[in-house]
């Protein structure tokens, strides 16, 4: 094969299918052929992501394989890195001996590489499509030289670092080093080899040039190799040389690349690094070692915590829907509301950013309108209350496992140093998803509870080119979110949260599964007290909790829930429709202990007055059936502001509104319902208000953005698209003029040509009346069209019978072809 492209073509089905899942952004959108996907996985930007996704190990071996003179064998790839100085190890471009016997003679033998672990790594590198070729004659990628320039940390050949000098200023170095000398006309390229055989030892240039000047080398010798220094490019002789730079310069040890770069060649890198590529060739991650806990309490610690965090977004939400915030101008929640929300739920504000941001990546939670706006609940919380605990906990926590905000980042300052709000799109960040997930796999892989310094260097380790400081505090956030969100117990990976990350196809239904069984059983009693308070030992069934809330208040929280009984909470049922006989008779069926009688008095006090007034709608009007609490009402000094006329001895007329009035009325300590314009009671309840859901997806995303994964019906049908592009583009039609043949004679061949599955060759006459010739493979012939797969433009056609001008066959495609 003489290309990356040849050899791309000459892969199967399957490797290509592998190369497409691991590099999804190849197909985005589907190349026109394999010429067109090989110079897209060449460019030195897909490139750059496809090394994103490798370890370090994986990267250390393409490294290694990009130092070396290509093409290289695999023994001498293996060779190269194992140190074996038995005549395995290479040589780099610059002909420096890499095998570890050099300066020092220790190499990096006894580093534990062995060939099956560089095989491993090449095939990986093949899959990815970074390397190409067989065994005997491993090359890289054509754009990796620009995606890696400097591998293993180092800089360019001194044949390459002084091609940029000229002749004058080589001889210069020449004198300066004590080499012969050399005419005027002498060839540079001879002149840079002379000079790179002498850097392969420069220890006595190093020695002359100082301490402070072997320090700086010591800087840049296991990279970066470049350095920034004003007036690089000036001529520095070493008898004028002032600075341990100018040193250096003078006797060609650093080079000057530009006008304010220096570079260290790679000979005199290699010299210090004593012919090593790397300081550490580690072919595993490190362990992540930590505390071992019993995997039951893991389940029922994490168990605890998921019922927790549901429950508190279900407050939260509720308490939104009725008393929205508004949206900032810029975007996001305000901090004072950030505050109150945090009070309101009795939890650290960080805890309530993580709670908002996980209900909004989860469509639960969006704004209205772009000014002006309040954040609401959608229309899916509706649904989402009416599932089982178990349920609303997979799908809260997916939506913050895929979602790309990061709610560590609210309260930190941007780089403009503002303070960043919640919900604001100031939290974006595209290596959120893939670093939760990354965190929460190592964690599945660890067997224990690793402290955070553990899991970041597992994870520098497995990607060590994303991210850096951003995943560094991504991951300390990802272990505090996770512990709050149920996914970890004590520091370590829950079995539910096992299933939510191994079985995605499951939507879930494996995570709540294993999260019912740790999940504290609802309970359908509560213990009533004579204080006006009753006890939940438990979560309670759902039909328990909301009449249970809707005729008491919530005074605290924790395992056991405290719920309080006032005459305003009552006379909140008895608003929403409840009577008195049904809020007793509930209380009675689901307390453990008896009623106690202050409860039934407060219940039948608050009964007896409800709906003694009636206000309707006259702008307005009071009625009753007892005229002297008319008198009263009267006669009170507190009601003038109400602008009441008695219109009769049961009948009042006020000139405000009704829920002004009732309002005011219930201020004056009575206990009025509102009356419908038939004279019924008007059943009322707290105004909820409900948000567009918005269109979100959440794909895995990697640090750029990109899928990590696709179906594998779309992959597959790229590829199969893949095979048709690249044979429409070697397909062409016969020499010659367009097959004339008689009208019925050609539907007859075309129909036979539908049967046979054969492909024909066939003249077609457009709009304007120009004749083409086309390769078709005909799947139906009827209502005077042909349906056919147009092999020349690689899609499926419709041709009108009437224009086809004639037809022949022509030879079967060959099926052994890729």
Same mark, same amino acid.
């Not at 059936?625 to 009441?644: I, K, N, S, V, W």
């Given at each position: ?424 799109? *100031? +939290? #974006? $960040? ?5 670093? &939760?997930? @990354?965190?929460? /796999? =190592? ?124 005459? *305003? +909470? #009552? $006379? ?5 429709? &409840?009577? @008195?006989?049904? /809020? =007793? ?134 590829? &199969? ?98």
């Amino acid at each position: 094969m003489d290309s990356y492209a040849d050899w791309l073509r000459a892969r199967g089905d399957d490797d290509l299918r592998t190369l497409l899942a691991l590099r999804p952004e190849l197909i985005t959108p589907v190349p026109a052929d394999l010429g067109a996907l090989a110079a897209r996985a060449a460019a030195p930007a897909s490139l750059s992501r496809a090394l994103d996704r490798l370890d370090r190990f994986t990267l250390n071996v393409l490294e290694a394989l990009l130092v070396l003179t290509q093409p290289v064998t695999h023994e001498m790839l293996a060779g190269t890195l194992a140190g074996d100085p038995a005549g395995n190890a290479g040589t780099d471009r610059s002909g420096t001996d890499l095998s570890g016997t050099g300066a020092s003679g220790t190499g990096v033998s006894g580093t534990g590489v062995s060939g099956a672990d560089v095989r491993a790594a090449v095939d990986r590198l093949r899959a990815h499509g970074v390397v190409w070729g067989d065994d005997d004659a491993l090359r890289t990628a054509p754009g990796l030289r620009q995606a890696l320039p400097h591998p293993a940390g180092l800089g360019p050949p001194a044949r390459e670092a002084f091609a940029s000098y000229s002749a004058d200023r080589l001889r210069m170095l020449f004198d300066a080093l004590g080499l012969p000398s050399v005419n005027a006309f002498a060839d540079p390229a001879e002149l840079t080899t002379v000079l790179a055989d002498r850097l392969t030892a420069p220890d006595d240039l190093i020695h002359a040039a100082g301490p402070a000047a072997a320090g700086a080398l010591n800087e840049l010798a296991w990279g970066p190799p470049i350095g920034r220094v004003d007036n690089a490019r000036r001529a520095v002789r070493v008898d004028s040389a002032n600075s341990p730079i100018e040193r250096l310069l003078a006797r060609g040890l650093l080079v000057a690349t530009d006008d304010r770069t220096v570079t260290l060649p790679r000979e005199v890198a290699l010299f210090l690094r004593k012919g090593r590529l790397f300081r550490d060739l580690t072919t595993e991650p490190p362990p992540l070692e930590g505390a071992v806990r019993d995997r039951a309490l893991i389940d029922r610690t994490a168990g605890g915590a998921a019922f927790t965090v549901v429950r508190l977004v279900e407050d939260l939400l509720e308490r939104w829907g009725v008393d929205p915030p508004a949206v900032l101008r810029t975007g996001g929640l305000g901090v004072r509301d950030l505050r109150a929300t945090a009070a309101l739920l009795d939890v650290e504000q960080w805890r309530a950013a993580l709670l908002i941001e996980a209900a909004y990546t989860s469509g639960l939670l969006a704004r209205t309108g772009d000014t002006d706006g309040e954040w609401l609940p959608t229309k899916a919380y509706d649904v989402w209350r009416m599932r089982d605990t178990a349920t609303r906990w997979a799908e809260l926590v997916t939506g913050w496992l895929n979602g790309d905000r990061v709610p560590g980042l609210v309260g930190e300052r941007d780089s403009r140093d503002k303070a960043i709000n919640a919900l604001a799109d *100031e +939290s #974006v $960040r595209g290596i959120a998803a893939h670093t &939760r997930r @990354a965190v929460l /796999l =190592a964690l599945a892989s660890a067997g224990a509870a690793p402290d955070a310094d553990a899991v970041r260097e597992h994870l520098a380790w497995r990607e060590p080119r994303r991210g850096r400081r951003l995943r560094d505090q991504l991951v300390g956030w990802t272990l505090r979110e996770a512990e709050m969100l149920g996914l970890t117990g004590l520091g370590a990976l829950s079995s539910h949260a096992r299933a939510l990350l191994s079985d995605r196809a499951s939507s879930g239904r494996d995570a709540t599964n294993e999260l019912v069984k740790v999940l504290p059983e609802p309970v359908d009693h509560v213990l009533v007290q004579a204080d006006l308070t009753a006890i939940a030992p438990g979560p309670l069934v759902t039909e328990l909790a909301r009449e249970l809330a809707l005729m008491a208040d919530v005074e605290s929280t924790g395992g056991a829930t405290v719920f309080r009984f006032t005459a *305003e +909470s #009552v $006379r909140r049922a008895l608003d929403a429709g &409840r009577t @008195a006989a049904e /809020l =007793a008779d509930l209380l009675t069926r689901h307390s453990a202990t008896p009623i106690p009688q202050p409860l039934t008095y407060l219940i039948e006090d608050v009964a007896r007055r409800h709906g003694h007034l009636r206000v309707g709608i006259a702008s307005c009007y009071i009625r009753t059936d007892d005229p002297a609490t008319l008198d009263e009402l009267m006669a009170d000094r507190r009601a003038g502001a109400l602008r009441l006329h008695r219109l009769a001895p049961t009948v009042i007329a006020s000139r405000l509104q009704r829920h002004e009035l009732l309002e005011a009325l219930r201020g004056l300590g009575l206990a009025p319902v509102a009356e419908s314009s038939e004279g019924g009671v008007v059943i009322t309840r707290l105004d909820t208000h409900r948000a567009e859901p918005t269109a979100r997806l959440y794909p895995e995303t990697a640090a750029d953005g990109l899928r990590l994964s696709l179906d594998p019906s779309v992959i597959t049908a790229a590829v &199969r698209a893949l095979r048709a592009g690249e044979e429409a583009a070697r397909l062409t039609a016969p020499a010659g003029e367009p097959p004339r043949t008689p009208s019925m004679a050609t539907i007859e061949e075309l129909r036979g040509a539908v049967e046979r599955g054969s492909r024909v060759w066939i003249g077609y006459l457009d709009q304007q009346g120009q004749a083409s010739s086309r390769i078709v493979e005909p799947v139906r012939v009827e209502g005077g069209f042909l349906t056919a797969y147009d092999a020349t433009r690689a899609s499926v056609q419709r041709f009108a019978l009437h224009r086809i001008t004639g037809m022949a066959e022509v030879d079967a495609p060959d099926s052994s072809a890729p």
